[in-house]
């Protein structure tokens, strides 16, 4: 289970927590998770340059090492990057140690103050801990999912799901990975091109 649109509930529950920016912009700001991946990458890339868009990308620190020239495609094409660990652990089911462990071997490779949480599970104490770190982390969540990680769907659900939902300063969940590509790779453009044609622009966080 898992929720398309983030209730104000949860992120009463975890208030330090980003989870959306400035409402009163026409800015929305598309984020992707588990890359860089050699198909699904390069793809984002060029449907963000037809639109000027620019990204947020989660890394996992195991994939950076792995593809490090993409890696480096992202940053030269002016989009940001984050942490998302290196093994893409789930901070429920872990040590809090391990886990920060991982998050900085992580950070050996990736080096940004941006960091999400696989899955988005983190403990309240693993939270604490990045956000008081020097120099601090700042967590980045969401308020909106594509779903395009979910296999049951269709690509045309995963589009509805965005353009249904999104709003003025909305942060967007894509994921380029081999799990989402099957949806992610239709809904995207599609995306770009209805939310481009009504005025909004796209920026990193």
């Not at 967007?172 to 622009?201: C, E, N």
């Amino acid at each position: 289970m898992y929720f398309i649109k983030t209730p104000w509930w949860l992120k009463e529950i975890y208030p330090n927590l980003i989870w959306n920016m400035n409402r009163h912009e026409k800015v929305l700001y598309l984020t992707f998770d588990d890359g860089p991946h050699p198909t699904a990458t390069p793809f984002v890339l060029e449907q963000l340059q037809l639109y000027n868009a620019k990204a947020t990308f989660f890394c996992i620190g195991k994939n950076v090492q792995e593809h490090t020239v993409l890696y480096q495609q992202i940053i030269a094409a002016g989009h940001n990057v984050g942490n998302h660990t290196q093994q893409h652990l789930n901070g429920w089911k872990i040590n809090n140690n391990k886990y920060l462990q991982d998050i900085q071997e992580a950070q050996l490779h990736i080096g940004s103050s941006l960091f999400r949480p696989p899955y988005g599970r983190i403990k309240k104490a693993q939270a604490a801990s990045l956000i008081e770190k020097k120099p601090q982390f700042k967590i980045i969540m969401w308020d909106i999912l594509s779903g395009d990680f979910d296999t049951t769907i269709s690509s045309e659900k995963c589009y509805s799901n965005v353009i249904k939902n999104a709003k003025e300063g909305s942060i967007i969940v894509f994921h380029d990975s081999t799990k989402a590509w099957d949806r992610m790779h239709v809904a995207l453009p599609k995306v770009l091109q209805y939310f481009s044609a009504k005025g909004f622009v796209f920026k990193a966080l």
